[in-house]
Every structure is written in C-alpha cells, then in structure tokens.
C-alpha cells in the first residue's frame, strides 16, 4: 500500500490542541494600581537615600591630601630643566614642604598622579608584548611587531621590556620625612613590595627561567628601552627579588589607565615604626624628589596624593551622589504620580470613555 498523503493547506501545520499549544495554560498577570505601584516608588526612593546617605558618610570619614608638584618648591628648576631631552641623562631633585592639619590615621597609601596622561590610547595599549612580561625567552630576542618603534634600538639590539607603555614608565622616586619637634626630621618608611595585584605579580608578569644564572646573564643581548637610565633587572637595587618583569613599579605602571587624570600606587606606610604606629601625625612634612619625568610634551601635571581607605575604597563621591540623585528622581516621580492619582483615579474618574 502506498503512503497517506499529508492533507495541505491552512489546517496542516496548525498545532495540536493542547493546553500548552494552545496557550491555555494557568497564569497570573499583575494588575498594576495605584495601591500597588505607589508604594513601592516610594519604597525604592527611602533605599537609595539610605544608601547614598551611608556611603557618603563612609566616604567623607576618609582622609586625603593631594598636592601638585610640577613646579611647586624648588621643583620649578627641575621642571626647567627637563623641557630640554638633552638633559635627561641629568638627574635632578627638588624639595617641597607641606602641612598635615589633622593626624592621618590607620593605614596610609602613598600614591603619584598624572593629568592629560592618556594611557587609554588604542595603539599605546597595543604597544606591548606580553610574551616578554610572563618570561618567555624567545620574545626577549623577538619582541612583537606591535612595539614598534620600540622593538629595537638603532643598533638593531631587541628592546625588553618593549613597546610605548614600558618605556614611559613613570620614574620620579620620592622620599617622604617627618619633621619631628625640635628640628628633628625622620625619614617615613613605606612598604615597596606587595602593593601589586596577586594575579599580576604571579600570574601576568614572571622572569624569564635563570637555570641557575643571573637574571643579567639570561638578558643578555637586549637593551633597556630608550628612555630608561637603567636595565630592567636594574630597577630595584635594594632587593633583588623585585628586579626584571616582577618589579612592583613597571607592573602597576603596565596596568593602564581608563581616564587621562589618574593616580597609581608608589607605597604604603610601614607602621610597624614606633613613631608612625597610629598613623601620620599632624605636622610639617618634606618630599624629596628625584625629578625624572617631563610633562611639558603633553601639558600635564604631576602630583602626591595621601589618602586613608576605607572598606569602600577612597574618597570617591560619584557612588553616593549617584544613589542620592537617583532617589530624588523616584520621589519625583513618584510624588508625581499621586498627585495625578489623587485627582484623577481616587473617586473614581479613570478618564474611562
């Protein structure tokens, strides 16, 4: 016997009748009313006034004082001094005094800042080789082609670290000091190390394996990058733990930023001194400062920031200010809305046809 042929036309795809096809399964709409909606509009608007009201006193218990160096002091000379490239090789250093009005207490975060210092360029980002910072030792002599310029000198020897970002590592150094009573001044020891992310210090930057020689010997036949005054298993001469692709400095210097007015982490208050144990006492301070970086190029500026932390982070009002808005626009709204309800749908006058 041959096959019944499928009946065509309108009714031959229609779906089974069923509950589930036929959409006559159980379900439950909301009615939207007044007594329903109003009350949460107003609900919303009491959390985020809550909330940005806590966060704003959590913010403001922070304490902070920023202080543009560029050419305060004596750094006016070395600002001078800088706006000719001739005399990079030159170092110089300046002073520049200032005044804590209220003790800073609890831990203390040592941070520098840059202005108009766009690191969120596309082909500045680009300019790096990966690679080289996880220790790969064929990307020491073959840095990739996205370093250009910065590949190479102009002897041809390969460039590590390479590429735009590594060679404008900021290298001010800063030495900060306490002026004791009685003319006394000591020196404010800050923590160097540890102030990276985890996965960045173990996971995104390693040296290359040394296979018991120095890390010098495994670098050699490389240079450091043209605006470097030393190599990069060079950059921290104290401890030889934090030199090569691991340094603190170049790692969170590598780590750009979104916008072009930021402020990254030079240290951390050691209170394990007796003198600091509690925090930065109110007084005169001095920062001594090896002047290395120029701004003039992109008209920038330079600054210190110290600044006390809190569980929510520094004194950043964007998150408070944004919750406190949002709830007078609720309690706008929602204000609103009553008064439409109250005149229009309370007695009954719905505007029905």
């Known amino acids: 016997m041959g096959k019944v042929k499928v009946k065509s036309g309108p009714l031959a795809r229609r779906p089974d009748n069923s509950a589930f096809k036929q959409q006559r399964l159980p379900a439950w709409s909301p009615m939207l009313t007044a007594n329903t909606v109003l009350p949460f509009f107003y609900l919303m608007a009491l959390i985020c006034m ?10 403001q218990g922070t304490q902070e004082m920023k202080m543009d160096y560029t050419k305060a002091g004596t750094c006016d000379l070395c600002y001078e001094k800088r706006k000719n490239a001739s005399n990079a090789a030159q170092s110089c250093t300046c002073k520049v005094m ?10 203390v975060f040592f941070y520098y800042g840059l202005r108009n210092f766009h690191q969120n360029l596309r082909r500045y980002m ?10 790969r030792k064929k990307n ?5 082609s996205y370093c250009a310029p910065f590949d190479k000198d102009q002897n041809g020897v390969p460039i590590a670290p390479c590429g735009a970002v590594a060679n404008s590592i900021f290298n001010d150094s ?21 102030i990276t992310w985890y996965t960045d210090k173990n996971v995104k930057f390693r040296n290359p394996k040394t296979e018991n020689l ?7 036949g490389t240079t450091r990058p043209l605006y470097w005054q030393k190599p990069v298993y060079e950059l921290d001469p104290d401890d030889p733990t934090n030199n090569g692709f691991i340094n603190d400095d170049l790692i969170i210097w590598m780590r750009e930023a979104a916008f072009p007015n930021f402020k990254k982490l030079y240290g951390v208050l050691n209170r394990a001194d007796e003198t600091f144990a509690k925090g930065l006492p109110a007084g005169n301070y001095t920062i001594d400062i090896n002047y290395n970086f120029p701004v003039q190029y992109f008209r920038g500026r330079k600054e210190v920031v110290l600044t006390t932390l809190t569980w929510f982070g520094g004194q950043n009002h964007f998150l408070p200010i944004a919750y ?16 439409i309800w109250w005149k229009f749908g309370k ?3 719905n505007m029905e046809e």
């Open 140 to 144: 020491l002599k073959n840095p990739s």
């Open 126 to 135: 680009d300019s790096r080789d990966d690679g080289q910072m996880v220790g």
């Open 98 to 107: 200032f005044n804590l009005q209220k003790a800073f207490k609890g831990d």
């Open 214 to 220: 120095t890390l010098a010997a495994v670098l050699n």
């Open 324 to 339: 406190l808005v949002t709830s007078s626009l609720i309690m706008l709204l929602a204000v609103v809305l009553t008064v």
């Open 50 to 59: 809550l909330l940005g009201v806590w966060l704003l006193l959590t913010v």
């Open 347 to 349: 007695a009954g006058k």
């Open 174 to 194: 800063f030495i900060l000091s306490y002026h004791q009573r009685g003319g006394f001044k000591v020196r404010i020891p800050l923590l160097r190390k540890g």
